[in-house]
């Protein structure tokens, strides 16, 4: 039963990331993101990894697709045609990618996972949350500082970037 639920969420997963890209109308785009967002939590869900759902719900549905609609509507984007002229490339690149994930599942076979020795009782002691803590602040703290860093310096450049911008505007008017 988890394979046809998993099967259904990696199949609504994968279309909705199509339309994303494949829509003309932006709103419409930002939709579909939604939807493909929360089929993302649904997929946590069956991986039983509670916190990840919540937190896909919380940080990506509820807050990064407001900000690209917020983005979208202070932008007044329309519809561009530019980029309709490459569906054919883009289709013979994604049926290849089909193909060569059909050949690799059949090659594979339907095998259970290996799980090394000793992993579930380790991660059974603890809840969900603090297993993600205990991995993210000892094995990857480093990255985890980087891309913090990272984030930083990108935030104060927008920041610098707006500044500017209306420094500019006030100068003019």
């Not at 279309?15 to 932006?26: D, F, K």
């Not at 059909?102 to 339907?110: A, S």
């Not at 094995?139 to 891309?147: D, S």
């Amino acid at each position: 039963m988890e394979q046809v639920f998993f099967f259904y969420f990696a199949l609504v997963i994968a279309a909705a990331s199509v339309l994303v890209v494949a829509l003309r109308n932006p709103i419409y785009s930002a939709l579909a993101l939604l939807i493909m967002f929360f089929h993302v939590a649904g997929l946590y869900v069956t991986l039983h990894a509670e916190f990840l759902a919540a937190v896909q719900i919380i940080v990506y549905a509820g807050a990064i697709l407001v900000l690209y609609l917020f983005v979208v509507m202070l932008l007044n984007l329309r519809q561009d045609d530019r980029y309709h002229r490459q569906w054919p490339m883009a289709g013979i690149v994604g049926a290849t990618l089909v193909i060569e994930a059909i050949i690799l599942t059949v090659m594979k076979g339907w095998t259970a996972p290996v799980v090394a020795a000793g992993t579930e009782t380790t991660v059974g002691a603890t809840t969900n949350a603090g297993a993600i803590g205990d991995v993210l602040y000892s094995t990857y703290l480093f990255p985890f500082e980087v891309a913090s860093l990272i984030l930083l310096v990108a935030m104060i450049g927008a920041i610098m970037l707006a500044k500017k911008d209306i420094v500019e505007v006030n100068s003019e008017g």
